[in-house]
Nanobody
């Protein structure tokens, strides 16, 4: 099991940017992929983006394509979500998660989760 800790959330005006970080601790990140999800008040948690740790292949939900960029720094055991051109509808608690296999990633059945970080975008 890997411990994941998110940081970088906050309050930003529409059109602004934030960079979220997800630090893996306890051991070297050896999971197959890291993903980001978000949950708005009263709504289900939804997939945002994912990156395979070794091949650096990235995936995005349609609503963030062209605005968000997922990346990782293996040496720092840390993943990132750069969020640009933020919109009020991006307001949510953002969670990072680790998937131990390609199948788990494809099925959105992630194995380890962080505690979440709040992102609020004002209009």
């Amino acid at each position: 099991q890997v411990q994941l800790v998110e940081s970088g959330g906050g309050l930003v005006q529409a059109g602004g940017s934030l960079r979220l970080s997800c630090a893996a601790s306890g051991r070297t990140f050896t999971s197959y992929a890291m993903g980001w999800f978000r949950q708005a008040p009263g709504k289900e948690r939804k997939f945002v983006a994912a990156i395979t740790w070794s091949e650096h292949v990235t995936y995005y939900t349609d609503s963030v394509k062209g605005r968000f960029t997922i990346s990782r720094d293996s040496a720092k055991n840390t993943g990132y979500l750069q969020m640009n051109s933020l919109k009020p509808e991006d307001t949510a608690v953002y969670y990072c998660a680790a998937a131990n296999s390609a199948l788990n990633m494809i099925k959105y059945e992630y194995d380890d989760w962080g505690q979440g970080t709040q992102v609020t975008v004002s209009s």
